[in-house]
């Protein structure tokens, strides 16, 4: 998962936590105004008010609404949640709003600093929410296709981190830029919508980029990227990774954000270091966070995590008969696996720019 650099409070639940410092009914009413203002949030982002009041002075429900070429009736109402849940400032004497300062780097813009991107998810979980609850008395999970917009979520969501430091940063982790300027063979796993691609193959004109994914709508999103910007090394094929075969024909394989919603990770680990050259590189980025429950509790996305896992990674995971990993099955054991798939070498780095993921470097 993709996330911003904005330091979080510590987790839900820890000894630092909202759980300690209230009392349970006041930090549960919190919690219910909180979420709501959560769901306004995101209604914000999808409709593009959040947007539309930015630049704007402080304006009437009318002006707003014009603005953002929405219901007036609906933006009042939407305008008296974010008022009275402190995002929005009023002036009953004017009858008008404005988006507080302080909020309009932290809910509007393209860049990883957005959470009203990153609040969407939680409208996501409230979608299937239904679908999981009943999992949970028959067991098995759910399909790709059970989550609206899923592929959209995660695109603008890693692309925020991507677009800031996916060249920059993220690639010398894997210590491959040098081979990458001569020209090597990449591809990346479980590409989604193949942003990640597309800028590699960009910034890479000598190498020969390969994105998979057995999502058709996310393979057409990454060729007619490939194609609005004229790239002929970026290719895509929609595909099923735990039936990759492509013995010894790479130099690099990235993997953004995905074994772990794996059915089979161990077949997949293992396909990814058969298509590896001799001294080929795994670059395995993945959530930075413990095995151990007891070592999450002060985590800032704790109860995120778990929660993003139980309705959809290890929910999309069980549903094809998979192991069901979790969104949390933690640095330790993602390490070990990589090793028991044949890496000889595993070093894993946490970057300031984005502290939710672990990057996992792996040698073959
Ligand atoms: C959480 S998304 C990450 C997408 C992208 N790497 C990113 O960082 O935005 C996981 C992606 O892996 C794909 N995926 C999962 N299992 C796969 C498999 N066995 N074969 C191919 N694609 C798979 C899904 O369709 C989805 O696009």
Redesign the pocket.
């Known amino acids: 998962m993709?996330m911003t650099t904005v330091e979080t409070s510590a987790g839900a639940g820890g000894p630092d936590g909202a759980g300690a410092a209230v009392e349970p009914v006041e930090r549960l009413m919190g919690m219910l105004n909180e979420s709501a203002v959560a769901v306004l949030v995101s209604i914000g982002y999808q409709t593009g008010l959040l947007e539309a009041m930015a630049p704007l002075p402080p304006a009437t429900s009318a002006q707003i609404a014009e603005a953002a070429g929405l219901d007036e009736r609906y933006v009042r109402e939407w305008l008296g949640g974010m008022t009275t849940g402190l995002c929005v400032d009023y002036d009953a004497g004017a009858g008008t709003y404005q988006l507080r300062p302080d909020y309009v780097p932290l809910l509007t813009g393209p860049g990883v600093d957005n959470l009203a991107r990153t609040l969407l998810y939680i409208t996501l979980m409230g979608e299937v929410a239904a679908k999981i609850a009943e999992k949970f008395r028959t067991g098995g999970g759910l399909a790709?296709a059970d989550y609206p917009n899923f592929?959209e979520i995660?695109?603008g969501?890693?692309a925020s981190v991507h677009d800031a430091s996916l060249i920059e940063v993220i690639m010398p982790i894997s210590g491959c830029v040098d081979r990458l300027k001569t020209g090597i063979d990449v591809a990346?796993?479980?590409?989604?919508?193949g942003h990640?691609i597309n800028l590699m193959a960009q910034a890479f004109p000598a190498s020969r980029f390969t994105g998979?994914?057995?999502?058709a709508e996310?393979v057409a999103a990454g060729r007619a990227e490939a194609a609005a910007l004229g790239l002929a090394n970026a290719h895509f094929e929609e595909?099923?990774?735990?039936t990759l075969d492509l013995a010894g024909t790479l130099d690099l394989v990235t993997a953004?954000?995905?074994v772990h919603?794996?059915?089979h990770p161990a077949t997949?680990l293992a396909n990814i270091y058969a298509a590896l050259r001799p001294g080929g590189t795994f670059l395995m980025v993945d959530v930075n966070a413990s095995s151990k429950v007891e070592e999450n509790i002060d985590s800032p996305l704790g109860p995120f995590l778990y929660a993003v896992s139980t309705v959809h990674c290890m929910s999309v995971s069980l549903g094809q008969g998979g192991d069901g990993l979790g969104t949390v099955w933690g640095v330790q054991l993602a390490e070990s696996m990589v090793r028991a798939a044949g890496f000889g070498t595993v070093d894993v780095t946490v970057l300031e720019e984005d502290p939710v993921n672990a990057y996992f470097v792996a040698t073959k």
């Open positions: 993709a790709y592929m995660q695109a969501d890693s990346d796993v479980g590409c989604g919508a990640a998979y994914d057995f999502s996310g595909r099923d990774v735990a953004f954000d995905m919603d794996q059915a997949v």
